[in-house]
T-cell receptor, first 109, second 112 residues
Framework: AQRVTQPEKLLSVFKGAPVELKCNYS??????LFWYVQYSRQRLQLLLR??SRESIKGFTADLNKGETSFHLKKPFAQEEDSAMYYC???????????FGQGTRLTINP | NAGVTQTPKFQVLKTGQSMTLQCAQD?????MSWYRQDPGMGLRLIHY???????DQGEVPNGYNVSRSTTEDFPLRLLSAAPSQTSVYFC???????????FGQGTRLTVV
């Protein structure tokens, strides 16, 4: 079974502080992990995917198969990072894209 | 470039009414899916389709039907609306299940 857990429903940090949004997954096959973001009044959109190993808007995420985690990190938060963030899981042989519960990130000035 | 289009954006239904949420994509994507978004519950998969003529159930399929007669369209039918179906519904499509998913703007449904 595919399962994604985001343990923090709400996360609040000050501008300029580091941010880490946690994501843990459960999947028996080879996973493919994604982070999606939903800014206020905008569509849900892809932020990054582990297979690309890229940094988008200063965010990075590393797949840790040993800890089954895919935490999202940014060294210096900006106010425009305030949004809802979803971790998502698919994988080799999977027919579903499954999302976590989401974390609402608020960056305080 | 339209991407994924959902209609309507807002809908109020009475308990017991039926309706269809429309979803269309113009990217020739094989994979399409429906999610509902509820506070504290995240995005939960209702139904999905890996291609025309093929559909399957997700995590919360009860009370919903889907069909996929064309690659472009993936309508979601509420058979007999219940207050528990009050939610925001999102349609998504991608070239394959492990690909970049594109989302519609959502349909906010209220069942009274």
């Amino acid at each position: 079974a595919q399962r994604v857990t985001q343990p923090e429903k709400l996360l609040s940090v000050f501008k300029g502080a580091p941010v880490e949004l946690k994501c843990n997954y459960s999947y028996s096959g080879s996973p493919e992990l994604f982070w999606y973001v939903q800014y206020s009044r905008q569509r849900l959109q892809l932020l990054l995917r582990h297979i690309s190993r890229e940094s988008i808007k200063g965010f990075t995420a590393d797949l840790n198969k040993g800890e089954t985690s895919f935490h999202l990190k940014k060294p210096f938060a900006q106010e425009e990072d305030s949004a809802m963030y979803y971790c998502a899981l698919s994988g080799q042989g999977a027919q579903k894209l499954v999302f976590g519960q989401g974390t609402r990130l608020t960056i305080n000035p | 470039n339209a991407g994924v289009t959902q209609t309507p954006k807002f809908q109020v239904l009475k308990t017991g009414q039926s309706m269809t949420l429309q979803c269309a994509q113009d990217m020739n994507h094989e994979y399409m899916s429906w999610y509902r978004q509820d506070p504290g519950m995240g995005l939960r998969l209702i139904h999905y389709s890996v291609g025309a003529g093929i559909t399957d159930q997700g995590e919360v399929p009860n009370g919903y039907n889907v069909s996929r007669s064309t690659t472009e369209d993936f309508p979601l039918r509420l058979l007999s609306a219940a207050p528990s179906q009050t939610s925001v519904y999102f349609c998504a499509s991608s070239y394959r299940v492990t690909g970049h998913a594109f989302f519609g703007q959502g349909t906010r449904l209220t069942v009274v």
